[in-house]
């Protein structure tokens, strides 16, 4: 008999004795020995909170826990013990999806628990709630959640987010939690509605989209449920009308399915922004920036050109495009709206973006900060990812990171020749490349006087020179184009290291180079390092304070490398300083065994990207990181450096 049929079998026993008996008694009846009845009883009451009682008589179980001791003999062996965590989802989804109180007998049943074991886990449930402004109470043998309809709302959007999570991504996973709301129908309406202004969304959005529909319509049918009535009129564009037209379409088709919920249009419109900034034409017309005004209001445009200009000037990255400015300006109000009312968004498609994808996630850091000391608050890594993501697509159009190179073209002086040329240049390597000039003459003293990176050319030459030429016919094949991508990418590569070795290489400094520490915490290192650079000259006396705040927006762990810089200002000098040991060293919710904190001059600045990428480069090579780990000298480093760029591609 192992010890949980004993513990059965001594239940059992008492709950066929009405009063108390005494554990020789319980011995002789179930053949387990006195001392051992003793012991079991304790586990006993240790795990379901005094459900034996104990006194010089003997034992008994009191007819106020003989229901649950019954309910704990029906358990089968196997069952597994239930966690926090889904008692807690249990109990704050019953109520939620009902809207009315939970009986205490029903949890008590569910989980086999004694009212005092409910009560503790009551007190561990608020801890959680409190960033809703919510409170679990008990009332009349039931639970009762108090608070406002905004704080449930985003508690049970906090819930269907974990549950998508964890489980298959569709909306069949969580339709049981959202009662009377038909999820897959919302999504028919919303899918009509966009298809009907010819919009198109990526599923990820839908859903989200859908969750977030859903649980408005659902706690719109509260009493104490008030809509939202003060959008302000704007002169509507024609990018506008469709999105106001793509809502009335959204709004009176849910009007005519759910009669009975009380919501406003602006409701509606108010959480569809996030989708308008994930949704796609079939084409986005060119606007100018004061009807992009009108459309995003006064407070997101000013904060979104605030963040243009600090990021051209911290970054020198050129974020001035038609596409971003509009689709960006719609997510910075929702983003507004949102972190007012304290509701989150549901970010599970960008997980793992500031790893993958760090001098994005670094410039959407910046973003964030700015955004934070307007709204006087911080933003989760969650929206940060999020902002990452816009900054990464014009990333990509535009090659952050990455510079263009100086072309000269060397063809026939033929219009035709040359029109064809240029434009099917311009389709292949519109963002690699720029034509300085053009003409027939392949001299020296052109190639010089021009002072390009690159030549294309239709001629054959035997003129020797350090700019690299590349050989095409007149009309461009595939061969063409690959041979001239070939061209760019070493090009590319041998700027990259000329720029590691005469312009990056200098900020390294021996000084400010640190092995073999014992650091534990991050802030240890942060005091050592920024102490070390005031000392040697190398940042002012704010650089410390400006190291901190970048942590206090968001951590600048990438993997097991924390990299850190000033968010905003520049230093009178540029320097790296360098950490690197065994002993793993906590930052944020990770550990880092290399720390890199750097800032640049003015004058240095446009080099970020590249001080950015180098060091990104190396922790991305397994190799190099290997090496960098096991570095004893400053000289091992630099070689090390020197040795990794002439294998990695561009910057």
């Keep these: ?35 051992n009845v003793k012991y079991l009883i304790t586990q006993i009451n240790n795990f379901y909170d005094d459900l034996i009682e104990t006194d010089k008589k003997g034992y008994r179980i009191p007819e106020t826990q003989r229901d649950h ?64 402004n919510l409170t679990l109470q008990t009332k009349n043998d039931a639970i009762i959640l108090g608070g406002s309809i905004i704080g449930k709302r985003q508690l049970m959007l906090d819930i269907l987010e974990n549950e998508l999570k964890m489980n298959t991504f569709d909306l069949m996973t969580i339709q049981n939690y959202i009662e009377g709301i038909q999820l897959i129908e919302l999504q028919e309406i919303i899918i009509a509605a966009l298809k009907k202004e010819n919009y198109t969304i990526d599923k990820y959005s839908l859903i989200n989209y859908v969750i977030h529909l859903a649980v408005r319509l659902f706690f719109s049918q509260s009493e104490n449920y008030k809509p939202e009535f ?8 024609q990018a506008v009308l469709h999105i106001d037209q793509i809502v009335n379409t959204i709004y009176n088709d849910v009007k005519a399915h759910y009669a009975t919920a009380y919501f406003s249009k602006e409701d509606i419109y108010n959480i569809s922004v996030l989708m308008f900034s994930r949704a796609t034409p079939d084409s986005i017309e060119v606007m100018n920036l004061d009807e992009i005004k009108k459309i995003i209001g006064d407070e997101a445009y000013t904060i979104l050109n605030e963040i243009l200009v600090s990021v051209y000037a911290t970054y020198s990255v050129n974020l001035y495009d038609d596409n971003f400015i509009f689709r960006f300006g719609l997510h910075l109000k929702n983003l507004l709206l949102r972190s007012r009312q304290h509701l989150k968004i549901a970010n ?20 964030a900060s700015i955004i934070n000391k307007c709204l006087d608050q911080r933003l989760s890594e969650e929206e940060i990812s999020f902002i990452a993501l816009y900054v990464g697509i014009i990333s990509e159009e535009k090659k952050i990171g990455s510079r263009t190179l100086r072309c000269a073209l060397i063809i026939p002086d033929h219009y035709a020749i040359q029109t064809a040329m240029i434009r099917r240049l311009e389709h292949h390597f519109k963002n690699s490349i720029t034509v300085e000039s053009m003409g027939p003459d392949l001299s020296t003293a052109f ?47 041998l ?40 000392s040697q000259g190398l940042a002012e ?46 930052w944020g919710y990770g550990k880092v065994n290399m720390v890199f904190i750097f800032t640049l001059k003015e004058s240095d600045k446009d080099l970020f990207s590249n001080v950015f990428n180098l060091i990104t480069d190396l922790i991305q090579d397994k190799q190099s990181l290997n090496l960098l780990l096991n570095v004893s000298s400053f000289s091992e480093f630099v070689e090390l450096i020197l040795n990794s760029s002439s294998k990695n591609s561009a910057i």
Excluded: W
């Excluded at 965590?85 to 109520?95: C, G, R």
């Excluded at 049943?109 to 007190?123: A, D, G, H, P």
């Excluded at 020179?465 to 061969?479: G, H, R």
């Design 447 to 493: 190639i010089k006087e021009n002072s390009v990176d690159l030549m294309i050319t239709t001629f054959q030459t035997e003129i020797v020179t350090s700019v690299p030429i590349v050989y095409v016919n007149q009309i461009l094949t595939n061969q063409d184009i690959n041979h001239i991508q070939y061209y760019i990418d070493n090009t590319n590569k």
């Design 495 to 534: 700027k990259a290291q000329n720029i590691i070795r005469t312009q990056i290489l200098r900020f390294f400094n021996e000084h400010i180079f640190f092995t073999r520490q014992n650091f534990t915490k991050r802030d240890q290192v942060i005091d050592f390092i920024c102490d070390s650079m005031f």
């Design 541 to 586: 006396a704010e650089f410390k304070s400006q190291i901190y705040e970048h942590e206090e927006v968001c951590s600048s762990s990438y993997g097991g490398v924390a990299i850190a810089h000033p968010l905003s200002g520049v230093s009178a000098k540029s320097s790296i300083a360098v950490l690197i040991q065994h002993q793993a060293i906590e």
């Design 1 to 35: 008999m192992n010890k949980i049929d004993k513990k059965k079998v001594i239940l059992n026993c008492l709950l066929n004795q009405p009063d108390y008996i005494s554990g020789k008694f319980i011995s002789e009846l179930t053949h387990i020995p006195e001392r």
């Design 348 to 367: 599970a498609s960008l997980n793992g973006i500031k790893e993958i994808f760090p001098l994005v996630f670094a410039i959407a850091v910046h973003i």
């Design 69 to 132: 001791a019954d309910a704990i003999l029906r358990m089968q062996d196997d069952e597994p013990d239930y966690s926090f965590n889904e008692k807690k989802v249990f109990i704050l989804t019953s109520i939620l999806r009902k809207n009315v109180p939970l009986p205490i007998a029903k949890v008590l049943n569910q989980f086999y628990i004694t009212r005092n074991s409910l009560k503790n886990e009551i007190v561990l449930i608020n801890k959680e709630l409190k960033e809703y």
């Design 230 to 237: 003060h959008q302000t009129e704007i002169e509507m564009s």
